[in-house]
């Protein structure tokens, strides 16, 4: 037992020496991860790319851009969170992103073989659905894109236990809960089987235990390979995102890791260094506070802490795990690495 397992390590480390790809693909192989996993994370490929886009909705007088000037890649496999104030253009950019708006300048290109590409989750699940039955609702979606009707059972029951409707296929919509009709909406997207999921506040309307449900869903969907967008106004929901992209007045402020935007541009390692007071967020305060009006007008949300990530300058306030971490850290704790959800805070504190 033991010298096969020495066996199968030196053939490992000798094929990795060699050939590092392939040996990570075999290892996964065996421990039974799928390929398309693999590819995510040694071949970063852009499915999804907005270049120099703006739009003006006709009926606004069709002279003034709602979105402006936004370059956006996202890349095979990454889950995107987009956030920003009320009418920041969140949901516009969503469906300039997903193709139902065309940009009034600027280009967005799709680089995938899946069809459809891309499906969208909206705020409210009644105005996405159509089917009086869950199983009719599923149907619907399928239909339209000329899936066969043995394949359609199959693809729906997946799709309904994957989200926990399993026990719902035949009930009547109207029996739904709101969460399990957004929970339908997410099967009724699975069914097609797009490349990427865009939920566009798709939680705003439901009850803690209900948004927890979509999220775990989404988190899901995300760990099997799928690219996930999720625009919220939730900060608690950003600790789901490998990166932020925050929109102001309709152009893109911000756009990088989670932890960048609760903590400033400040790395780990250099906070656990760093602990003077007068630093916060990769801001000098003083410099923060006496920034110039065109930055208040623009950012006009003056740090309350000291702090000045783009969480503050947009006017969010930073969920608690972000807001102890903080005053930890202005006590001259080491954190590391920085917390953006409450577990990784108890994590960050039973290390101190
Ligand atoms: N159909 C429309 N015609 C004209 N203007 C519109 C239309 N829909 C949205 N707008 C305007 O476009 C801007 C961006 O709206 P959008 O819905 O994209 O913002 P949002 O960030 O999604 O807001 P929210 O957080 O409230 O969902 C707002 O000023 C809004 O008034
Ligand atoms: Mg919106």
Redesign the pocket.
Known sequence: MKIDFHCKFSFYLLTYYCQPRLTIAILAQTIGIEKSMIAVNFHPQTLIELEHVSFA????GGDTD??TDINLSIQRGEWVTIV????????????LIAKLFTATRGAVSYHMQERPPIQLIF?NPDAQIIGETVYEDLCFGMENYGISREIMRERALEALSKVGLAAHADAPVSQLSGGQKQLLCIAACLVLQPAVVLF??ATSMLDPLARTKIAAVAQQLHREGKTVIW?T?WLDELAYADRVVA?HN?GIVFDGSTKEFFYGSISDSDWAERTDRSYAGGLDIAAAETSSPNDSTEFHHLPRDGWSSCCERLGFVPPYSVQTARALLQQGFQLDPLPVSTTQLGQAVRAL
């Open positions: 909705y006709p009926s606004g709602v979105v920003g104030s009320n009418g920041s253009g969140k949901s516009t950019l969503a469906k705020q566009d506040e625009i106004q929109l309709g």
